[in-house]
């Protein structure tokens, strides 16, 4: 009778076993090292190819960060203006500058096929997380909760680890971050007080039968997925 499966065969769930686990090991360890890229870290500020200022047009000109983020209280991404956005005031206001010249050609000058400008991203999250801007707004957890006071900088700065660690530090307990109904996500300068952790801490529990209003997941595919 012809063996089908030689003796060594035998020892094969074991080298397969072995195989795997460092196969699994492998991949947490690629993932960990060349996935956690340099611009995801705390005090990142590239130069942007425009020396457009959030000081100067959130600060001190006081517009709302939804009349160029657009899409930050609806969809996954807040996205980044286009230059139509900025010529609503640029067709008349410094019109002249050198400093608009980038802004000025990706406007148009009648072609039709201009590039955009190639602003540099600042925040970024590895392809394999998922991240809704949309979820968290209407959580009413403001900019300032993950991006801290962009109305004060000059050039946009990362200043939170965007971590797997500091997201599930926030949803474990958010209530420090959650406003209330009345209060804009977009002011810059709220701070939380007993009476919001408290309004809070009451959306995040069962209320008899009726499930909380917010529920932030801890579990792998909510992120994951
Ligand atoms: C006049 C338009 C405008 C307004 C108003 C504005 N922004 Fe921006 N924002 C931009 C542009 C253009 C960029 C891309 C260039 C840069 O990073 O500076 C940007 C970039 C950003 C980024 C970094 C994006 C990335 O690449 O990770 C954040 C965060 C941000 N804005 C938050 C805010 C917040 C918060 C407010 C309100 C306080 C606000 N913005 C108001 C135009 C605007
Ligand atoms: C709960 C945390 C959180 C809040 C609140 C938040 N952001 Fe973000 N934001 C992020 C993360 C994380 C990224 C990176 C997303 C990615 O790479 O997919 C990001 C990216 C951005 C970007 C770059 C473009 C994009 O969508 O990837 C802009 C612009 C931005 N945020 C603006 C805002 C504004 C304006 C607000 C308030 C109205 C806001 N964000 C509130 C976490 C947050
Ligand atoms: C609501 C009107 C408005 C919008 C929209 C707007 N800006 Fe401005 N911007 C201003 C005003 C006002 C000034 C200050 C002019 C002054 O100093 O007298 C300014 C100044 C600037 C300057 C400095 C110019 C210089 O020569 O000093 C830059 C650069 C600039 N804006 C870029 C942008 C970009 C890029 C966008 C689009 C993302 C944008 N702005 C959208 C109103 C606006
Ligand atoms: C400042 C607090 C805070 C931070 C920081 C935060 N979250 Fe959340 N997140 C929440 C809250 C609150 C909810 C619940 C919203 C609800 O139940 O409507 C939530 C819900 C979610 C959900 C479920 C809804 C959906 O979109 O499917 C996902 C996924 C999520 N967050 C991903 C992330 C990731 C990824 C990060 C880090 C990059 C992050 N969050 C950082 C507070 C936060
Ligand atoms: C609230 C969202 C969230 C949840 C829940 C979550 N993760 Fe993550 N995870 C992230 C984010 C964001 C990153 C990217 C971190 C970075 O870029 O530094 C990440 C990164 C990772 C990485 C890459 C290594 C590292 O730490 O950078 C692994 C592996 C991982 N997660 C496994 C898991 C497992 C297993 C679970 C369930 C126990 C889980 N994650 C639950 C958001 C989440």
Not at 31 to 40: C, D, G, I, L
């Amino acid at each position: 009778m012809t063996v089908l499966f030689p003796k060594w065969t035998n020892k094969l769930p074991a080298i397969l076993a072995l195989g795997a686990a460092s196969a699994g090991l492998f991949v947490v360890f690629v993932v960990s090292f060349w996935f956690s890229p340099k611009h995801t870290d705390v005090g990142y500020q590239p130069y942007q190819p425009i020396a457009y200022s959030h000081k100067l047009h959130a600060g001190t000109l006081g517009m709302d960060c939804r009349y160029c983020h657009r899409l930050v209280e609806t969809g996954p991404h807040a996205t980044v203006p286009d230059a139509d956005t900025c010529m609503g005031c640029h067709a008349q206001v410094k019109k002249e500058s050198p400093m608009l010249e980038p802004l000025r050609t990706a406007y148009g000058n009648g072609k039709g096929d201009n590039p955009a400008i190639a602003w540099t991203k600042v925040h970024l999250l590895p392809d394999y997380a998922y991240f809704n801007h949309a979820v968290h707004i209407n959580a009413q957890i403001g900019c300032t909760s993950c991006h801290g006071r962009v109305d004060e900088m000059e050039i946009v700065r990362q200043v939170e680890t965007l971590s797997m660690g500091w997201c599930l530090t926030c949803h474990r307990d958010p209530t420090p971050h959650i406003r209330p109904a009345g209060v804009s996500v977009t002011k810059m300068d709220w701070v939380a007080d007993e009476v919001s952790i408290a309004a809070a801490k009451k959306k995040l529990e069962w209320q008899g039968d009726a499930k909380p209003e917010l529920n932030p997941p801890t579990y792998c595919s909510a992120c994951h997925r």
